[in-house]
């Protein structure tokens, strides 16, 4: 995809109402490891979870998971094949998740507004 393509397909796209300008991350659910029963599992994008397993000896022990930020694309698109060529070198699940560049983040926002969106 070249850069007329690319800002064409980032001007288009659904931003899932998330101000521009946006970021895509390709996430992973990644294990934290085993967690006290008196804790819970708080992950920063909002949704981490708990299983109970059983280990060697026959104890249920309880593990957290939280989503990993593993890549950055500026289209869902371009996120969506990484996840179709790339999943097989992952071991846990992979979504999409979709974020802002903060508007104190020069560097992006010049990138952005005088090449994508020039």
């Given amino acids: 995809m070249n850069i007329k393509e690319l800002a064409n397909e980032y001007i288009t796209q659904d931003?899932?109402?998330t101000a521009h300008p946006i970021?895509?991350?390709?996430?992973?659910m990644v294990c934290i490891g085993v967690?006290?029963?008196?804790y819970d599992v708080i992950c920063s994008y909002?949704?981490?979870?708990?299983?109970y397993e059983t280990n060697d000896n026959g104890?249920?022990?309880?593990l957290g998971y939280i989503w990993h930020p593993v890549e950055f694309f500026l289209t869902i698109?371009?996120?969506e094949k990484y996840i179709r060529l790339n999943s097989y070198n992952h071991t846990g699940a992979l979504r999409t998740y979709i974020s802002r560049f903060s508007?104190?983040?020069?560097?992006?926002?010049?990138l952005i507004n005088n090449i994508i969106l020039k």
């Fill in 15 to 17: 931003n899932c109402f």
């Fill in 23 to 28: 970021y895509v991350m390709v996430q992973e």
């Fill in 46 to 51: 909002g949704d981490g979870k708990v299983e």
């Fill in 59 to 62: 104890d249920e022990i309880k």
């Fill in 103 to 110: 508007d104190k983040n020069s560097e992006m926002q010049n």
């Fill in 35 to 38: 967690i006290d029963y008196d």
């Fill in 77 to 79: 698109k371009g996120a």
